[in-house]
C-alpha cells in the first residue's frame, strides 16, 4: 500500500488541483459471453491492466479493466475495456515534476484514478451485458 508523508500529500493535493478532466474516451472494447445456465448467485472479477501515462500538452493515462462475471467456477461473461483519459494541465512544470515522484504519482494512479474511472467503467460494463443479450449488469459502488 502506499503512503504519503505530510508533505507528500501536499503535493498530491497541488498536483491534483493543477490538473482537469477534460475527457474519458473507450479506445478499445471486447466482450464474451459464455453459454453456460448461470445459476442466480453471480461474482465479480475485476482486474485493473496496463497503466501507461505521457505528460505533453495533455496529461493522458490509458487504462485497461478486464471485468469477469463467474457464475460458480465457471465464466458466464468477459469485458474488457481500455479507457483513455485526458486532462488539462494549468501548471506544466508542477506536474511533470511530480509525476517523476513515485510515491505520489503511484497514490494518483491506486487511488484517484480508479475514482474518476469507477461511473465509466460501470456505465460501460452496463452496456456491453445488455449488447451481449443479458440482463443489465451494474457493477457496485466503489467503497
Known sequence: MVQLTKNEFETFRNFISNIELVDVLVIEEYLKKYAINPSNKLKVELNQKDFDFSIEEHLVTFIKYVVRIKSGNNNYFKFEVNFEIRFKINDF?????????????????????????????RAETQYATTKAGMKPFTLPFLK
Open 93 to 121: 512544470d508542477f506536474v511533470k515534476k511530480t509525476s517523476e515522484n513515485k510515491n505520489v504519482f503511484d497514490f494518483f494512479k491506486k487511488f484517484q484514478l480508479p475514482k474518476i474511472i469507477w461511473p465509466y467503467l
